[in-house]
């Protein structure tokens, strides 16, 4: 387990080691091994096994197979459905609808400034770039626009569906 510094000791007194696991194993990008998450959770590798297949169980994960190790990645479902949650949570269907607009308008932003359709043509643009910071800044966008993207798709799947998915409907349903 790496270092344990202030906040690190103030997390494990305050935190289960069950909901270390999950904190760190729902905010992975990559699959990864009981092993690194453990190290990440700062809990034993035992102990983040047996955390990480409850969390499977409860379709919160996805358990995986890379060259004869098991991984464990979030759950691309559950991560789709908590965010419309959150959205909803925290949006009225105006504020949704606002909210698609400004996504909209910043990927309209990035299609003038680098006159590009996507992030995937931005993304062959970094292999052109001349320096090392406009190849970072270049992949930033890229990296932003595809968040932009995914975050736009759930809010309009949360405008489309509101009446479904909001709470004040489910109550009376």
Do not use: C
Not at 8 to 27: P, Y
Not at 116 to 129: G, K, N, Q
């Amino acid at each position: 387990m790496a270092e344990d510094g202030p906040g690190i000791e103030a997390w494990k007194e305050h935190t289960s080691a069950f909901d270390r696991v999950r904190s760190v194993a729902e905010t992975v990008s990559q699959p990864r091994p009981a092993s690194a998450i453990a190290d990440e959770a700062h809990v034993a590798e035992n102990t983040a096994r047996d955390h990480l297949e409850r969390l499977v169980d409860m379709n919160l994960l996805l358990k995986g197979n890379q060259e004869g190790t098991v991984v464990y990645s979030p759950d691309p479902l559950h991560t789709r459905m908590q965010t419309l949650r959150d959205l909803l949570e925290s949006h009225s269907r105006d504020e949704l609808i606002q909210l698609k607009a400004e996504m909209q308008e910043q990927t309209e932003m990035w299609r003038t400034e680098y006159d590009v359709d996507s992030p995937d043509e931005l993304r062959e643009r970094a292999v052109e770039t001349a320096t090392a910071a406009e190849t970072r800044d270049v992949l930033k966008t890229v990296h932003d626009w595809e968040l932009v993207q995914y975050r736009l798709n759930a809010v309009e799947d949360a405008i489309k569906n509101y009446a479904t998915y909001s709470r004040d409907h489910r109550a009376f349903a």
